[in-house]
Each structure stands twice: as structure tokens, then as C-alpha cells.
């Protein structure tokens, strides 16, 4: 059995021992105490309406020993027999009242259970004093009732009668004129029937014969205990067809808890592992629909805080990454500018020493100041560049933006660098120069700036009579300026490291070729100024640095 199905047959088994407890209870209880109950509810019932027959015997709305239809309603209301009890000492005589076509006949108890202290006598006629003839004169003297009417319990009340006066305080507890009593009188016959017996004292007033009476009441249980046993045999067959119900109950209830609970038990421990993706689809609106909604909300909120937290991640990586990337080149820099200054200062230092010495004279002492010269202006470019790079880089430096016409920038570049050009027989090719001059949005120091360093690097890389050649690309909102020197290309892993400062795709650190290795790093910071897009790329017999400027036409 899996673990995540433990819930479910747990809450199976509760569920269905639980019903079944609960209606075996059931109808334990309502077996067992349902007669208790209906006894109980049988016996006021019984005094109440007992009570108001008393009052209209009291009030003389009835005689004593008639039996009105009313009476008549309320002995087949209770299943019983109303009847009138006159006690003269030891002397009891019962009337149960009634006609029949058939002269009734004196009904006397059994000898076996009657009480010995009573001599009791039962009368089916309600005229006790005397016996007057049914004919025309006194018709109407007879009670207002069928007169065939015979009450079939009427057989059983010397039975219920001899149990009744077995109590020998039964009469003092009858003293009170007007007030029920109901006693329940059990198994009195070979049929265990149960019965209830009523008994109220009647007021001498309406007593005829004088002495005391009492009016009487026999109401049989045997209907309850009928349906108590036909109610206990009928849950026998009611278990039997409520198994099926309560086992599809219990099977129902157990899923419709334990299968959102296992559901959500999934989704949490995708969570646990940081799956935050685990949706939770469930329709429903009470407590556990909103657990679900509430667990959604909460992977959805992890899973946006783990983004920003991987996100930030990703930045303070960065950040480290930049900053040890700066700190080489903060080393690097350092080591690149000792590089290049310690030259210059050596040959400085050197040849104003032999200046100081005298060891020179004529040529030779203007060769030294020249070597002196060319050096400290070297290093002033050198100084100048760092400058400028810091500058830029820096973002204090602010570009002086103008139209700025580019082919005649361009020209006015040429004739700077044209002793360079001379120096190895390179003629420059181009394309677009002569077409109609194009404006550019920029600084023209700092384009010319771009220029010369991109054009002197090209032709310190040419070799002697090789070909150099710049192409002019205009498009829509900007024109292409490309720069094609012959020679050897750059080594592929070293293209994406050209543009940083004091870096040399020339390893050998050559005067010659490798320059002060800040011309492209100035570069890189004038173009991304003008929001340039720039690059380098290898052809098949040299090099071609290329980048983009903003166009304006002139009108």
C-alpha cells in the first residue's frame, strides 16, 4: 500500500465503522426505548383526555353511567374501555356500561387472580339501580349510542382490574377528588400484553348510590409492542440494503477529502524541491479550494522571488566577475603604463646623462636631444590618451555635437597621416568619397580622434605597397564606415579582446606594430558615445574595422 493512500483508507474505515455504529445505535435505541417513550407520551396523553371527560361527568354534561359517542371516540382512540367503579367497603361493582340486542350478562374474574380482599362485581349494563324494561315510555332514559355497541375490551378488564387492586394503597392514592392517576399494568394475561389503567375519584354529588366512585379508563399497549417487534424485524432488513448506501458513502467521502489533500500533498513537495512551476487545479470554494488557491499563490510568489533572488544572483556574480575583471585590469594597467614609460624614461635618463657628460658633440649631441624629444612626446600622448580614456570612460567628458561633413573629415585625416602613407608607398582606395558629401551627427575632434587611431593602426599593420582601402555605406538613418588594411588577421581569440585597454593582439610588445595599446580602447568609448555599432572582422587577406555614424543631408 502506498503512503500517500494511508489517508484515504483511514478516513474509509472511520467513516464507514463510524456509520455503522451509528445506525446500529440507532436502532438500538429506538428499539429499546421507542416503547418506553411511547408509554410515557401514551400516559399523559391518556390522563389529559381522561381529565376532560372527568369535568364533563363534574359538570353534569354526562351522567355518571352513560356512554356518549364522545366516550365511545376516546375507548377506540386508545383501543380501550372507559367504565364507572363503585367501592362500598370490600363491595366494588363495575359498570362498563353499553347495550346489546343480547341481554348482557354479569362478567366475573377469575377466581385465581382476584384480589381477596375485594368482592368484585363487573356489570356490562350502566343502570346499576335499576332495570327498567326497554318499551316505548322509557326509550329515551337509554345512553345516546348504537345499540348493538359491545367493546371487545371488556373481557380483559377483570384481568387488568385483579392486577390493579393488588396495591394495597391503590384507593388512598385516589383520595383526591379530580385527580388521574395512570398505572401501567404488565403481562397480565397468557399474552404478556401490557395496558395502562386510568383512574380519577369522582365527586359525591354525581354518586347515585352514595359511597365512593371513580371513573375508569383501560387503554391496551399491545399496538406499540405489535409494532415494536415488526420495527425490530424490519432493521434486520434495513442493515442489510443501508451496507450497500453507507459503503458508497464512505467510499465517496473518503475520495472527495483524501484525493485534494493528496493532490496538494504533491505540490508541496514539489516545492520543497523548489519547483515552483506545480499548479494546483482544483474548482472548488470551501476550506480546501482555498487552501489550493492559497498554495498557488504562494508557488507563484516563491517562484517571482526566486526569479528576482536568481536574477540578483546573476547581477552580484556579475558585479564580482566585473570587479575581479577590473582589479586585473587595474594590475594589467598598472603593469602596461610601467611598460611603456619605462622606455621612454630609460632612453631620457640615458641620453640627458650623456648630454650632462659632455660625451656627445655635433651630430651626435642633436641626434640625443631628438631621441630626447621624440621620447617625452611619446610619453605625453601616452599621458594625453590615459586622459582621455579616463574621461570617457568616466562619462565627464562631454562630446561637442555639430553637423560634421565626413568626407572632408575623412580627407583632412589622409593628409595627416600622409607621411606615414609615403613611408611605406601605400595608396589609400576608397569608396563613396566622391559621391555627394554626407553629414553626420558628431564631435569632429573626437571622430577625427576615431579616425586617425583606426587608419594608423591599419597602416602599421600594411605592409609595404600593400592595399588599404575605406568604403562609405550610407543607409536609411546612417552610414557604414568601413576600413580594409592587407595583412595578417587578427587570431580568432583575440578578436573580442582588442578593444581593451593596453591589450595587443602583437604579444612581442613591438614599438613598431603594437603602439601604446589605448588608441581602440578610445576608440570603443567615442563610437558607444554616438551610440555606434562597431566591430572587427577577419577577410581573407587582411583585417576590416567597420562602424556606424548617425546621418543628417544637407537641404
Known sequence: MMKRERLYFKIFWVTLIGLVLFTILWMVLQTKFFGTFYVHQKSNELSQQLEKIYHKYADGVYELNDKPAEIVDFEQRFYGLTATLYKEGTNINVYVGGYNTVPATPMSPSPSIMQPNYDITIHSDSRPTTNTPLDDKNIEMLPLQPASYLNPYSERLPGALS?????????????????????????????????????????????PQGGDAYLIALATLQPIGDAVQVMSRFYMYFYVLAAFPILLFAYFLSRTITLPLIQLNKVAKRLTKLDFTAVIRMNRKDEIGQLADTMNSLAHNLQQTMADLQEANTKLQADIEKEKQLERLRKQFVASVSHELQTPVSLIQGYAEALKDNVAHGLKRDKYAGVIIEESERMARLVADLLDLSQLESGRFALHWSKVPLQETIRSVFIKLDPLLKEKSIRPQWVGLDTEELWVESDRQRLEQVLINLLSNAIRHTPVQGRLEIRLIPEHSSVWLEITNEGLPIPEGDLPYIWDTFYRADRSGSRELGGTGIGLSIVKAILQRHGSQYGVRNEEDGVTFYFTLPLQRTT
Do not use: H, Y
Open 163 to 207: 392486577i390493579w387492586l393488588q396495591d394495597a394503597k391503590r384507593f388512598s392514592t385516589l383520595s383526591e377528588t379530580g385527580k388521574v392517576t395512570v398505572t401501567k399494568i404488565s403481562d397480565f394475561d397468557a399474552d404478556n400484553e401490557n395496558m395502562l389503567i386510568a383512574a380519577v375519584k369522582m365527586p359525591n354529588t354525581v354518586n
